[in-house]
């Protein structure tokens, strides 16, 4: 089976992009029940800034710039509610944040992550995720959670070598 991959191309709208990652977050709190509060939204819309890694501080600093008073555990709280909701993903060894573009199917995801410009590509392999399952099966381990996340280098940074 092929992976589905989501990056970023340099040629695209990126207000569109977020838009669209917001949409799409009130889409799913809706259906599912859950209240998307103004801090929780902004949050999501501050992580779909740009297409990096953000961390829980550089979200707060930007919360701060906006003129809103919050302390670390608000901006940890709004993260945990969004990575609950599938809205977004937590990228360990960088201990960031990225959106995930398709939150309506619960999935586990592979990021590939450029260490020279940070950007992070999201796949949907799920060839990796039945491969895991079953080596995990095969010494008797019963996988509840995978993550994989492959540093390297992107396209476009190779191609600028």
């Known amino acids: 089976m092929q992976a589905e991959s989501h990056s970023i191309h340099h040629a695209h709208d990126h207000n569109q992009c977020v838009n669209e990652a917001l949409e ?16 929780r939204k902004r949050v999501l ?4 800034g ?31 509610f969004l990575m609950e ?3 977004v993903h937590r990228l360990d060894s960088l201990n960031a944040f990225i959106g995930c573009p398709d939150p309506r199917h619960p999935h586990s995801a592979q990021f590939l992550i450029c ?24 010494e008797g381990f019963s ?14 940074c190779l191609a600028e070598r």
Request: glycine share 6%.
């Open 24 to 39: 799409k977050a009130e889409q799913v709190c809706s259906e599912r029940g859950l209240r998307l509060t103004a801090l």
């Open 143 to 156: 996988a509840e959670e995978q993550m994989l996340e492959v540093q390297g280098v992107c396209r476009e």
């Open 85 to 87: 909701a599938g809205l």
């Open 115 to 138: 260490r020279t410009c940070q950007s992070v590509i999201e796949l949907d392999a799920s060839n990796i995720d039945a491969a895991i399952s079953a080596a995990a099966n095969a």
């Open 50 to 80: 740009s297409h990096k890694p953000v961390g829980a501080y550089d979200v707060l600093d930007a919360l701060s710039s906006d003129g809103k008073k919050a302390a670390p555990p608000t901006v940890y709280r709004a993260l945990e």
């Open 45 to 48: 819309e501050l992580v779909w």
